[in-house]
Each structure stands twice: as C-alpha cells, then as structure tokens.
C-alpha cells in the first residue's frame, strides 16, 4: 500500500473488520474509497453465506456484507456479533443467544430469531451435515432470543456454528430472500454487515457502500472497490501505479520488487495450515 494512504487504508481495515468501538467516529460521516486487487475471480457464490466451502476466500466479502451472531474478531476468538451474548446449559444439550436490539438488516428490517434459524436451516455449505445432524431443534421463543437444542452433548458446536468454519451463524433476512429467490439474492444480496451491496461486474468488479445502520459504527470509508485481478505481476502494476490500495499474493521476486519500491509496504498475511510430503515412489521395489 502506499504510505500516504496508510491512514485511510487502516481506518478501512477496521471499517471493515468493525474493530472499532460503537461509539468511535459515530459522528463522522464515512469519506473516500478503499480499492483491492485480489488473486482470485469474483463470482456470486462469494457473497453467499449459506455456501461457503471451508475455506477463509470468502469471508472477505462476508465480514464486509454481512454479519453473525458470534465470530471471531482480531481481539477475540468467538466475539459478540448480532448476538449480544450466548450460554450453554449444564448439561450442555442447549446453547441460548440473545439477540442484539437495534440491529437490522441494510434494507431496515430488523433482525429477529426467524431470521437466525431461517439461516441455519438454508446453510448448505461443506459442513452442513456435521453441524445438523448434531441439532436436534432450532427453538425461538421470542424475536430475540434463539435456542440450538443438541441431540447429545458435542463440545464443539461452537468451534462449527461460531467461527468461520461453517456460514450457518452469518445471518440472512428470511423475508428478503423468499421474496426474490435464492438466484435473485445472489444478484442483490442482503446482509446486516457494515457495507452493503452496490453493484457487482462478474468475474471483474464488486462495489459495497457504507451502511449508516451498522449497529456497532458507520463505516469510516465510503466505498469498498474488490477487483480480481488473477495475474501477480498486473497486481503489482495496479499497486505502483495507484490503481488501487492494496493488493494480495505478491510473493517471491515480486515481493522483493515491493520492498524495494518506495511508498509501498509488504506485509505477511500469516495462517495456519496443514503442509506434507508424500513420497509417491516409496513403496515401489523397482
């Protein structure tokens, strides 16, 4: 990123990942624009919480557009979201949330306990089976409050529902998408996330504004610009010239070239995995 940008790009850092306290800014109306090169294509499946593959890629584009009832944050591992507070019961058969007042999705309705369990139900993605078959029953007893009732004890639960492990706690209005179809969600999604949904380019371009509703803080940047740009060296190219803020995957020689280019920055992206060798010829006696 180029250092006279750096005061905007790490205000939309912390727009974007809602770091920042509720209170913090809310008098200051969000301003300029925020571009990204990514290393991958865009396609609607992104933007959908109900499929997501295991895979952290997409929850770039969620943490922005939408939000969950507990998720991690860079201060916590399992933080409050929509859900003000949650509890497990002694016997650990039922998890109760509390959902958050004021909370509401970018076309103004609220956010209720139909909408969660409406969530839960449609969630499809890759561990869908492990997370359901586990659940006995997704109770709501009042438009703010929701209980996962578990067939038997299973510690994990939360490890599965609260963390970016499964979609299922990232939460969609029900009456939105029943009204314009699982396709038509896609074209124009609804979330209840910081930035809201402006106009997407397949495979090019997604543009999200800033939603003044957030519950946590109006976001501090106006305008969040994802490009995909699959090609390193036109990533770079894109960075040198201003194109845009920041930009992923720049390894190797071309990350040597940003540390010494002056006014950008490289900066690790660090994660877990799980790396091996497997020595194929081994067990070949020829």
Known sequence: MTSRRTRLV???????????????????APVGQM???????????????????G??????????????????MPEKAMAPGLAESWSRSPDGLVYEFVLRKGARFHNG??????????????????SAQVLKERVAAVETPDPGRVRFRL?????????????????AAWIVPRKYVEKVGEDGFKKAPVGAGPYKFASFTPGIELVLDAFDGYWRKTPSVKRLVFKAVPDATTRLAMLKRGE???????????????RRTPGLSLRPTPFVATHWLLFADQWDPS
């Open 10 to 28: 790490m205000a939309a850092v912390l727009a974007l990942l809602s770091v920042a306290s509720p209170r913090a800014l809310a008098t200051e």
């Open 109 to 126: 309705e609220p956010v209720t306990a139909d909408d969660v369990k409406f969530s839960f139900e449609r969630y499809r993605g890759i």
């Open 151 to 167: 067939k038997q004890p299973w510690p994990d639960f939360m490890a599965f529902y609260g963390t970016p492990a499964t979609g």
């Open 55 to 72: 895979l952290i890629t997409p929850f770039m584009i969620i943490y922005a557009l939408h939000d969950a009832l507990v998720k991690p």
């Open 244 to 258: 845009v803020d920041i930009a992923y995957a720049v390894n190797g020689e071309l990350g040597e070239e940003v």
């Open 35 to 53: 571009s990204w090169a990514l290393h991958f294509s865009l396609a609607p499946t992104l933007f959908e919480p109900a499929e997501t593959a």
